[in-house]
Nanobody
């Protein structure tokens, strides 16, 4: 069973930056798509950013121009650089991968934006 492991969350002041990472626990020949979702307290989980196998990216309107998703195929690893963070970005961020048509999720990493 493939496991996804996130890292990079934490507490940062408004305007600061964080970089999230997500790694698959084993070598995978083909990942259809990867992405980051987040869930804030009292809210539904929402898509933040997505990257296809070919590298096409999509972002939620709320993070466009501030967040950048990227991947390293050789290491089955995905990243998200988050800049100009706002208090409303506070949430648990979940890594997601579509591997051979099946959805895999990480356990989440907490990002807190507060002064």
């Amino acid at each position: 069973q493939v496991q996804l492991v996130e890292s990079g969350g934490g507490l940062v002041q408004p305007g600061g930056s964080l970089r999230l990472s997500c790694a698959a626990s084993e070598s995978i020949f083909s990942i259809n798509a990867m992405g980051w979702y987040r869930q804030a307290p009292g809210k539904e989980r929402e898509l933040v950013a997505r990257i296809s196998g070919s590298g096409t990216t999509n972002y939620a309107d709320s993070v466009k121009g501030r967040f950048t998703i990227s991947k390293r195929n050789a290491k089955n690893t995905m990243y998200m650089q988050m800049n100009s963070l706002k208090p409303e970005d506070t949430a648990v961020y979940y890594c997601w991968m579509d591997i051979y048509g099946m959805n895999y999720w990480g356990k989440g990493t907490l990002v807190t934006i507060s002064s």
